[in-house]
């Protein structure tokens, strides 16, 4: 069995992900349970019956390259864990839209002579069954366009980045109507600052304190925090980010009262993601008290372990020929699902869904 997926947007993401798919392939389902990943197999697939077939990005230094050696290209700075063997998947030029902002345009190197490949043909050219949208948050028009082809070459969608698909009634009703399935939006991180923020929101619902006043801070090196620099580019990322910390409790705090979101680019970070997060509340007695965690990461290969499973249960739709937003598996990967449930509950329903039960 294979499945075979398409990467839109070569970055410090895709390159984790790649290296993981070379570092678990001789994880099966009767392995014991390894670090890292939260299924060895899921559906009957293993993560080494991943292949990738198709992938895109706008540098040159990827552009016209092996997908192995693009993924350790500059500017990506994440973690090299493992070797990738070559793939035989040459990168495309894909459209720059608004994939490069004012922020990091010096990050980049383009090449005129690199002419833009049709997409949705190379696509279909692939046998890409699923595709992956790792572009930078705020690409909106980006996003559009590479929806539009995903529609076009007949592929399923998983939705990365805070660019609302899944989520977004017009996007997901496309989707559906085309017989395709779409899971999204804004990838979890394995424990990042989103699921730690979460987790201990909905403690303090179920334990008694009333929250009165949070917020979560994030700082990095790489290529995404400084794109988000630009503060117009941030507004589906707070929404993604603060929905998910809100939808834990049963009351939601003011905006004045709740702040997240990346705050500064600190070069020397490279791919390393540090979060600030305070809370402060109110127990028994009415006597209060507050509580901060600082959380540091590699960032990049922090989601790559939750997309292996978005992938496979993705694949697991396919095969049962379901369409529009993938509920149970989206509300568990994605901060921004069509619909938010605890976490526990999110787990149960990904169970659930691979069982065939939902």
């Known amino acids: 069995m294979v499945i ?65 050696e693009a993924a350790f290209a500059p500017p990506n700075c994440t973690l090299k ?29 383009f090449d005129e002579k690199q002419k833009e490949t049709d997409v949705a043909e190379e696509i279909k050219k692939s046998g890409a069954e699923i595709m992956i949208n790792y572009l930078p948050v705020g690409s ?27 989520s977004e009634e017009k996007n997901s009703k496309r989707f559906k109507k085309a017989g395709l399935p779409v899971l999204g939006d804004d990838v979890k991180s394995q424990v990042g ?5 979460r987790v201990l929101t ?41 929905c998910a910390v809100q939808s834990q409790l049963e009351t939601e705090l003011s905006p004045n009262d709740i702040h997240i979101g990346p ?21 028994f007695g009415n006597v209060p008290m507050n509580l901060e965690i600082r959380l540091e990461v590699e960032d990049s290969p922090n989601s790559a372990g939750v997309m292996i499973d978005a992938i496979r249960c993705a694949k697991i739709a396919l095969d049962r020929k379901l369409a529009g937003p993938i509920i149970g598996p989206s509300s568990y990967f994605f901060k921004h699902p069509p619909k938010q449930f605890p976490d526990y509950q999110a787990k149960k329903l990904v169970e659930e869904f691979v069982e065939g039960k939902k």
């Open 4 to 68: 075979r997926i398409g990467i839109i947007g070569v970055g410090n993401c895709a390159c984790s992900l790649l290296q993981g798919f070379e570092f678990y392939k001789d994880v099966d389902g009767k392995s014991e349970k390894v670090p890292g990943i939260m299924h060895n197999a899921l559906g009957g697939y293993r993560i080494s019956d991943i292949k990738p077939v198709v992938a895109f990005d706008i540098d040159k230094r990827k552009v016209g390259k092996d997908l192995s």
């Open 81 to 109: 864990f493992s070797d990738i063997k070559k793939t035989g998947v040459i990168v495309k030029r894909g459209p720059v839209l608004d994939g490069v902002t004012d922020t990091t345009k010096e990050m980049f190197l």
């Open 140 to 166: 909106e028009k980006a996003t559009e366009f590479y929806v539009n082809a995903c529609l076009e070459a007949k592929v399923a969608l998983i939705n990365a980045i805070p660019v609302f698909v899944a």
């Open 193 to 197: 600052s989103t699921i730690v923020h």
């Open 202 to 242: 909905k403690l303090f619902e179920d334990r008694g304190v009333k929250l009165e006043h949070t917020y979560q801070l994030n700082v990095g090196g790489n290529t995404d925090f400084l794109n988000m620099l630009d503060r117009n580019r941030l507004k589906s990322k707070k929404i993604s980010k603060t």
């Open 263 to 283: 705050s500064d680019y600190i070069p020397f970070l490279k791919d390393k993601k540090v979060a600030f997060i305070r809370m402060e509340g109110r127990k």
